[in-house]
């Protein structure tokens, strides 16, 4: 499993919340296509996708996503 920490928005540390993609993704860039911070794109190293640090908490892609791999932790 990837995680990346999202921005904490001068929030706490504690306070942060992370987005993470399990291992359920099918790779159908869905959530991509909704992220309106363009914070996931696939990772052409890992070869899966991933949620960058531009995420700005606002749980589209957990909609978007068919497999409900997306969860904010
Ligand atoms: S929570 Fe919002 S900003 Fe963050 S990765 Fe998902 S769609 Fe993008
Ligand atoms: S929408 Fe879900 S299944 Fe599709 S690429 Fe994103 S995390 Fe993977």
């Known amino acids: 499993m990837i995680i990346v920490k999202s921005p ?8 942060t919340i992370m987005h993470v993609i399990s291992d359920s993704c099918v790779a159908c ?18 070869g899966r996708y991933v949620i960058s640090g531009a995420c700005v908490d606002c749980g589209a892609c957990e909609d978007a996503c068919p497999m409900g791999c997306i969860s904010a932790e």
Do not use: F, Q, V
């Not at 904490?8 to 306070?15: F, P, R, Y």
């Not at 959530?31 to 794109?41: H, K, L, N």
């Open 29 to 46: 860039g869905s959530c991509s296509e909704t992220c309106p911070a363009g914070a996931i794109a696939m990772d052409d190293n890992l």
């Open 8 to 15: 904490d928005m001068g929030k706490n540390k504690e306070e």
